[in-house]
């Protein structure tokens, strides 16, 4: 049985799954730097999360999150996607406005709606920033995907995700018109700066910097 858990707590569980990796823990430096808070008062909430069974603890050696702890988050992933999806297909809001407002419904607890949500939006994989949306039962939807960096010229691919997904990225790549699904092709790499120009969409020619390059991760076409 999951236990009740406040919105604070649901946030830490989500930030230990998104900090930790296959084999490694968590230290409560690292989490604090995210949370942007203290050290001791994220010891204080590691503490009560334990106790509930959600993280293991080593000593000398960190927290993460038990397998009940990891159901926990994937499920908050998964309501936090699908409203960014509702968000923008079905209210048309922009995909630089929707991570706020998702952050706020992904706390509301009815699984009956969540459930619902998943089937009126026909199931989907992806968010709209291409981020994998977990299934009922935790599971990641994969896609084959390269860094734009590392795509070769003259090969056709279709942007899949946007790593960086600030604000200010995901307004310069709709200043650009570019997003998920645009088609691009590296027509040229600049060895100076790492900067690259690309085909978008096989009609209009786009310069765009190494930091922006590296944001994105695309699809070849087959």
């Given at each position: 049985?999951?236990?009740?858990?406040?919105?604070?707590?649901?946030?830490?569980?989500?930030v230990i799954y998104q900090l930790q990796n296959d084999d490694d823990n968590v230290s409560t430096?690292?989490?604090?730097?995210?949370?942007?808070?203290?050290?001791?008062?994220?010891?204080?909430?590691?503490?009560?999360?334990?106790?509930?069974?959600?993280?293991?603890?080593?000593?000398?050696?960190?927290?993460?999150?038990?397998?009940?702890?990891?159901?926990?988050?994937?499920?908050?992933?998964?309501?936090?996607?699908?409203?960014?999806?509702?968000?923008?297909?079905?209210?048309?809001?922009?995909?630089?406005?929707?991570?706020?407002?998702?952050?706020?419904?992904?706390?509301?607890?009815?699984?009956?709606?969540?459930?619902?949500?998943?089937?009126?939006?026909?199931?989907?994989?992806?968010?709209?920033?291409?981020?994998?949306?977990?299934?009922?039962?935790?599971?990641?939807?994969?896609?084959?995907?390269?860094?734009?960096?590392?795509?070769?010229?003259?090969?056709?691919?279709?942007?899949?995700?946007?790593?960086?997904?600030?604000?200010?990225?995901?307004?310069?790549?709709?200043?650009?018109?570019?997003?998920?699904?645009?088609?691009?092709?590296?027509?040229?790499?600049?060895?100076?700066?790492?900067s690259i120009e690309v085909k978008i969409n096989n009609k209009s020619i786009v310069h765009i910097?190494?930091?922006?390059?590296?944001?994105?991760?695309?699809?070849?076409?087959?």
């Amino acid at each position: 049985m999951i236990p009740n858990l406040t919105i604070a707590e649901e946030n830490y569980i989500k930030v230990i799954y998104q900090l930790q990796n296959d084999d490694d823990n968590v230290s409560t430096n690292e989490v604090a730097a995210v949370i942007n808070t203290t050290a001791a008062s994220v010891t204080d909430m590691l503490k009560k999360l334990k106790e509930k069974n959600i993280l293991n603890y080593e000593k000398y050696k960190g927290f993460r999150l038990s397998s009940e702890g990891r159901k926990i988050a994937l499920n908050i992933i998964r309501k936090h996607r699908l409203w960014e999806y509702f968000l923008v297909e079905k209210l048309h809001f922009g995909w630089d406005e929707v991570h706020a407002v998702a952050e706020e419904l992904e706390h509301v607890s009815s699984k009956k709606l969540i459930d619902n949500l998943e089937i009126f939006l026909d199931y989907p994989k992806f968010d709209p920033h291409g981020d994998p949306i977990p299934d009922i039962h935790g599971k990641m939807p994969t896609q084959a995907q390269i860094n734009l960096q590392s795509l070769p010229q003259k090969i056709v691919a279709t942007i899949t995700s946007v790593g960086n997904q600030s604000t200010e990225l995901l307004e310069l790549l709709t200043h650009k018109k570019m997003g998920i699904g645009t088609v691009i092709e590296v027509k040229k790499k600049f060895p100076f700066d790492q900067s690259i120009e690309v085909k978008i969409n096989n009609k209009s020619i786009v310069h765009i910097s190494n930091e922006l390059a590296q944001s994105l991760f695309v699809s070849i076409k087959k």
